[in-house]
């Protein structure tokens, strides 16, 4: 749940396995951004694991290269809305390497983009 002026700003979102680009949208839709709109941050800090996508042999999300950007996208919007942009991804997870290349690789583009 989270503590101090954190408290209840702690989200768990659990989604079932094969879920995919559309649930993963619809939660950072209902329940992510949200948060972050009460919270008001001063930065986002993103825990960016790409292990949910669908060619990770380890897990069994379905979420598409293209889903990934979209929902760093979302977080963009979001980041430039809440807090002047400031917004940091550290990765971790993703073990398809081709999947985990091509999703570092567009967020590379898109946090590159002024």
Same mark, same amino acid.
């Given at each position: =749940?989270?503590? %101090? *002026?954190?408290? %209840? ?11 995919? &680009?559309?649930? #993963?949208?619809?939660? #950072? ?6 948060? !972050?709109?009460?919270?008001?941050? &001063?930065?986002?800090?993103? /825990? +960016?694991?790409?292990?949910?996508? +669908?060619? &990770?042999?380890?897990? /069994? =999300?379905?979420?598409?290269?293209? %889903?990934?950007?979209?929902? =760093? /996208? ?10 002047? *942009? *400031?917004?940091? !991804?550290?990765?971790?997870? %993703? #073990?398809?390497?081709?999947? !985990? *290349?091509?999703?570092?690789?567009? +967020?590379?583009?898109?946090? /590159?983009?002024?």
């Amino acid at each position: =749940m989270g503590e %101090g *002026r954190g408290r %209840g700003f702690t989200v768990n979102i659990p989604l079932p396995a094969g879920t995919g &680009d559309v649930g #993963y949208e619809l939660a #950072y839709a209902t329940e992510v951004v949200p948060a !972050l709109q009460d919270f008001r941050p &001063d930065a986002i800090l993103v /825990s +960016a694991g790409f292990d949910a996508h +669908a060619a &990770d042999p380890l897990a /069994s =999300m379905k979420v598409t290269t293209p %889903g990934f950007v979209n929902l =760093m /996208s979302i977080l963009d919007d979001a980041a430039r809305q809440l807090c002047g *942009r *400031r917004i940091a !991804l550290v990765t971790e997870g %993703g #073990y398809d390497l081709a999947a !985990l *290349r091509a999703c570092l690789d567009e +967020a590379v583009q898109l946090f /590159s983009r002024g």
